[in-house]
């Protein structure tokens, strides 16, 4: 904390980016009945007729969450609507319509924009959504990409971050710490041809990885399969901070601990290699290396018969009571406590 002409001056690296959206939301006043949920979610809510309509916004920036040097044109327009359809997936809704916002430099031509724009159009495809508007504007500190997705949910079906019980079993979706692998492998590469601009990408191998971080997959596919199997989760987010991250949101929003195990972890096993190859521990790639964009939820105990079978969905821990912590129970049998120490923006 500084202090300059009399007035106090915080950082805000000294709160960090929740603590910066926790001080700016507690100043914030909603004025119609109609707004169920604001700040604090994946989405925000708001109630017409029988349904709930959700709305997520999320910026990309280019130099903090991505690199033109190894990031396509077309991968990124696809990552940055597939982002985006994460968080209304994390409400367990069904995302409708995106707007883009774009700003631009003056390095761009119209076929760049043009190849941003294809990767966006094959994720609104791929997801089934409509491109409804937006704005674009010059920008002289790099690419700047915002998208808001709009989406909706039966009032009795939306999950929220705050809806854990006692005893809820936590599962996740996929596989974990990919999209961090793939990252270390990307940046490596991207140093060896700063050295040498002739040499060729090896990427051959790291196809998995590399794939997770470029262009990562929004789980529609289980919140299709949750209707099927008559599951609502009691609680769900999405994995972009890292596992730590998002299992410390849904102990804060539910007033609940946790407990997981580190041999229920799902680690593919290309990430095992890539984070041998560079000395990493691959717990923490899953831990805390985000990006991943599967589904972390809660379900009730009656809930395990339908999913316990299921190849995509895997069961790691539950919740118990705040008094306990939040603690991983280590291949050994050894409890640790958990550390949330994915990205932090400021």
């Known amino acids: 904390m500084n202090e300059s002409n009399g007035e106090k001056r915080t ?73 985006n359809i994460s968080d209304i997936a994390a409400m367990n809704g069904t995302p409708k319509q995106i707007t883009v916002s774009l700003g631009l430099t003056s390095r761009f031509s119209v076929e760049a924009v043009e190849a941003l724009y294809e ?96 262009r990562p997959k929004a789980r529609m596919d289980i919140i299709h399969e949750f209707r099927d199997l008559g599951i609502v989760p009691t609680s769900m987010i999405d994995i972009s901070d890292g596992l730590a991250s998002e299992l410390f949101h849904i102990c804060k929003s539910s007033g609940l601990g946790v407990a997981i195990y580190e041999d229920k972890l799902p680690i593919d096993q290309s990430t095992y290699e890539t984070a041998a190859e560079f000395s990493i521990d691959p717990n923490t790639c899953a831990m805390n290396g985000g990006e991943d964009y599967e589904l972390l939820f809660t379900i009730r105990q009656d809930d395990f018969e339908k999913i316990k079978n299921h190849p995509d969905i895997h069961t790691i821990g539950y919740m118990h009571e705040a008094d306990r912590g939040k603690v991983m129970v280590t291949r050994n049998n050894n409890t640790v406590a958990l550390q949330a120490q994915g990205w932090k923006h400021f």
Not at 167 to 183: E, F, H, S
């Open 119 to 214: 990767g966006i159009r094959t994720a609104c495809d791929a997801y089934k959504v409509d491109l409804v508007g937006g704005d674009t504007t010059s920008s002289r500190s790099g690419l700047i990409i915002s998208i808001t997705a709009i989406g909706s949910a039966k009032k009795g079906e939306v999950a929220y971050r705050d809806g854990a019980q006692n005893k809820d079993i936590v599962c996740v979706t996929g596989d974990l710490g990919g999209a961090y692998a793939g990252l270390q492998v990307l940046a490596r590469e991207k140093q060896e041809y700063l050295a040498n601009p002739d040499m060729q990408p090896q990427l051959d191998k790291y196809s998995y990885v590399v794939g997770r971080q470029l």
């Open 11 to 83: 950082e805000i690296g000294e709160i960090g980016e929740f603590g910066l959206i926790d001080q700016l939301a507690s100043q914030v006043s909603t004025y119609h009945d109609s707004t169920i949920k604001g700040i604090g979610d994946d989405a925000a809510a708001y109630a017409v007729g029988d349904e709930l309509v959700l709305i997520s916004t999320d910026m990309l920036v280019e130099g903090i969450h991505f690199d033109l040097s190894y990031a396509p044109l077309q991968h990124l327009g696809y990552k940055a609507v597939a982002v």
